[in-house]
């Protein structure tokens, strides 16, 4: 999966830091960095809540082109 690198892309296209994110989201700043580059795979619920804080889809940020 390329969920960290969709991750980090769709943040950024925001001006969003990991902070905002991590508010929005309820998750620690140093979870979504971990997310971010791939050392570990999030959980479907993390993944929902991502999708909604960033105003996207779930299945945009999991696409594996």
Request: charged share 40%; no cysteine; aromatic share 2%.
């Amino acid at each position: 999966m390329k969920i960290g690198k969709n991750l980090r892309r769709m943040r950024n296209e925001r001006f969003m830091t990991r902070e905002e994110l991590a508010e929005l989201t309820g998750l620690h700043r140093d979870h979504i960095g971990r997310i971010e580059r791939n050392e570990v795979e999030p959980r479907i619920p993390t993944i929902r809540g991502l999708a909604e804080a960033l105003g996207v889809d779930p299945s945009e940020l999991v696409d594996q082109e």
